[in-house]
Antibody, heavy 120, light 107 residues
Framework: QVQLQESGPGLVKPSETLSLTCTVT????????WSWVRQPPGKQLEWIGY???????EYNFSLKSRVTMSVDTSNNQFSLKLSSVTAADTALYYC??????????????WGQGTLVTVST | DIQMAQSPSSVSASVGDRVTITCRAS??????LAWYQQKPGKAPKFLIY???NLQSGVPSRFSGSGSGTDFTLTISSLQPEDFGTYYC?????????FGQGTKLEIK
């Protein structure tokens, strides 16, 4: 059974960089697309972007200038960096596996989510 | 960005009822649409992909239909465990976008 687990600081200061890592167990990181999705408190889901196992990335245009994603296939991990954060970046951050073929773009496995608060 | 609009925003129904949630896209998606169920404090659960394909392990009382801009999620006979918030997501083009959610409560 594939499992995903987010890790990283729960508190980030304004203007600093948010950094999260997702560890994948129970399956290989190869082949699939690995996404980050966030959900501000009480609001809807927002796709941040994905990294393919070969390092190819696609980002949400609204965040593109501040987002960097990378993959570490040797450790079955992928990461998110979001720079110059503000209070608007406070959210529950999920990592998720993106499907292929008919499941393209859909997320079949999710981490439990990690709350990141931007505050002094 | 493709905008996704769900209706209703909330619904209350009884066990055994048939429940329908609709999702409308601002542009045609062909059938590139997914549905999720989210319970409080939990990650979304993947239900349906490509508009009408049931993910493995999802009860057959769930079904999806539609194409183009108008889609429907139907629960044929509501069960107590079906409470939660349901989201549609377009997987047609970047950036992937979600609907605002439909909160389903059990009477």
């Amino acid at each position: 059974q594939v499992q995903l687990q987010e890790s990283g600081p729960g508190l980030v200061k304004p203007s600093e960089t948010l950094s999260l890592t997702c560890t994948v167990t129970g399956g290989s990181i190869n082949t699939y697309y690995w996404s980050w999705v966030r959900q501000p408190p009480g609001k809807q889901l927002e796709w941040i972007g994905y990294v393919y196992y070969n390092g190819y990335t696609e980002y949400n245009f609204s965040l593109k200038s501040r987002v960097t994603m990378s993959v570490d296939t040797s450790n079955n991990q992928f990461s998110l960096k979001l720079s110059s954060v503000t209070a608007a970046d406070t959210a529950l951050y999920y990592c998720a596996r993106g499907g292929i073929a008919d499941r393209r773009g859909a997320f079949d496995y999710w981490g439990q989510g990690t709350l990141v608060t931007v505050s002094t | 960005d493709i905008q996704m609009a769900q209706s209703p925003s909330s619904v209350s129904a009884s066990v055994g009822d048939r429940v329908t949630i609709t999702c409308r896209a601002s542009q045609g998606l062909s059938n590139w649409l997914a549905w999720y169920q989210q319970k409080p404090g939990k990650a979304p659960k993947f239900l349906i992909y490509a508009a009408f394909n049931l993910q493995s392990g999802v009860p057959s009382r769930f079904s999806g239909s539609g194409s183009g801009t108008d889609f429907t999620l139907t629960i044929s006979s509501l069960q107590p465990e079906d409470f939660g918030t349901y989201y549609c997501q377009q997987t047609h083009s970047f950036p992937y976008t979600f609907g605002q959610g439909t909160k389903l409560e059990i009477k």
